[in-house]
């Protein structure tokens, strides 16, 4: 599967702010079968601190929505537990495990009062998700050379622009 540009500004984050040491995109959980269907949009880790990032991105620009409102918690939620057995079956060596949730703009109301429950899922929403991009935004305009991600390098073209 192609990786979506959302993915690419989760994984720069995950890069310049966390520290991770490797990125990768669209990780298909392994033994095949339906199991196989399910991947997780991007994952970090920082061997450093033994920490993992399991993230889920939804770059929804009208707002996250899977039908419904119910519809969109319980997508969600089974979206978080496939990224928990992921975390607990691969990855045992790591101390800390981070499960995130991406979206740009999620209506508040229901959906956030709901997925604010899910106590094991950090959301990067709405403000938050601005504040991490524009954290990037200073580290893109501090350097020149290549970062290694995409959105990265879009960042230090627009900050460094005369």
Known sequence: MQTDVGEYIVGAYLKSIKKCDFVDYNIRIPGGGLKGLSELDVVGLNYNTKTAYLCEVTTHIRGLLYGDNKKTVQKIRQKHEVQKEY???????????????????????????????????????????????????????????????????????????R
Request: aromatic share 10%; proline share 4%.
């Open 87 to 161: 975390a607990y079956t691969i990855l045992k060596d790591f101390h800390n495990i981070v499960f995130m949730l991406w979206s740009p703009y999620v209506p508040n109301g229901y959906i956030t009062d709901h997925l604010k429950e899910i106590e094991t899922l950090e959301l990067v929403i709405n403000k938050d998700y601005t504040a991490c991009i524009n954290e990037m935004r200073v580290i893109a305009s501090k350097n020149t050379n290549d970062l290694g991600n995409p959105f990265l390098r879009t960042l230090q073209i627009l900050e460094h622009l």
